[in-house]
């Protein structure tokens, strides 16, 4: 099951990239995670429904330091990863 998300907020300088990579590693969700040139972030997200429902609900709040205010997502093809990586921003 794979998701896309943008999360919204004091998203960016707080750490949530390599937060969001230590948490889905953990969790064994496969994707990736880059900070958007317009201030948020983004992921896809993929793996077994539980742990990516729990990736999400870690999104919501995000680090510390973290202010998180939305969080969209939707369904996606992308998936099908070996591991989570860190992009470049876009």
């Known amino acids: 099951m794979a998701k896309h998300l943008i999360i919204r907020g004091r ?3 707080v750490g ?3 937060s969001m990579v230590d948490e ?3 969790r064994s969700v496969t994707g990736w ?3 958007r040139r317009d201030g948020a972030v983004e992921a896809v997200v993929d793996g077994d429904p ?3 429902a ?3 609900d ?3 709040a995000g680090p510390p330091g973290a202010r998180v205010t939305d969080v ?3 369904e996606t093809d992308d998936g099908g990863y070996a591991d989570f990586d860190w992009r470049p921003t876009v």
Request: charged residues 15%; aromatic residues 8%; hydrophobic residues 55%.
């Open 50 to 52: 539980t742990a990516v």
């Open 72 to 74: 969209s997502v939707a």
């Open 54 to 56: 729990a990736i999400i």
């Open 16 to 18: 949530y990239r390599a």
């Open 33 to 35: 995670v880059r900070n």
């Open 11 to 13: 998203v960016q300088g």
């Open 58 to 60: 870690w999104a919501k």
């Open 24 to 26: 889905a590693t953990r």
